[in-house]
């Protein structure tokens, strides 16, 4: 089972892609059978989007074809959204615009918040809103916000702040399970429902 990690911050280096990674390792030492792949934003290498994407571009068809197969071969997702003036970045917004039902319908996906201060709810209250509705992500109720964000995670335990990281360290361990039975579950219902119909091609 595959889960794809996306890491939306334009930044580089950036401590979305630091959570990006300890997601990575956590998934691949304690779960069975889940092959992680990380995506990062990093440097925003994914052009805005134009209506030429919706017109068979040789372009666009090149340069979206390897990650469009990755997203595709995907059970789960995780979107990682740093809080950016109350807001989730225009890169990560605008890679939703390139991707639809095919690569993301009706797989879950666990939205991770990053602050480095107490913000981070904006985000995913912007991702749950809008950034599902034509390609049909299916956000699960668990999220994760990681506040202090910079005192969290980081591989030298002298840095982090030790009652807060061991708590976000045992709840992304259960999140990522849940995310996991998610996977499973979904996965079935996609192989024995039509989940695809062409007159009803965007979400309403």
Known sequence: MKISIISGSH???????????YLEKTLSDEFDGIDPWVYAL?????????QTLWEDSAEWNERLAPLKQQLTESDGFIIIAPEWHGQVPAGLKNFFLMFNRFELGHKPALIVTVSSADGGAYPVAELRMSSYKNNRL??????LILRNIE???NENAA?????ADAYFRE???WA?????GYAVALK???????IHHDKFGNGM
């Open 151 to 153: 005192k969290i995670l």
């Open 138 to 143: 299916c956000y699960i109720p668990e999220q």
């Open 176 to 180: 990522l399970g849940i995310l996991s």
């Open 188 to 194: 079935s219902m996609r192989e024995s429902t039509e």
């Open 159 to 163: 840095d982090n702040d030790e009652g």
């Open 42 to 50: 990093a440097d925003n290498p994914l052009p805005l989007w134009d």
């Open 11 to 21: 930044r580089n280096p950036s401590q979305s892609e630091k959570v990006a990674h």
């Open 171 to 173: 709840r992304i361990s």
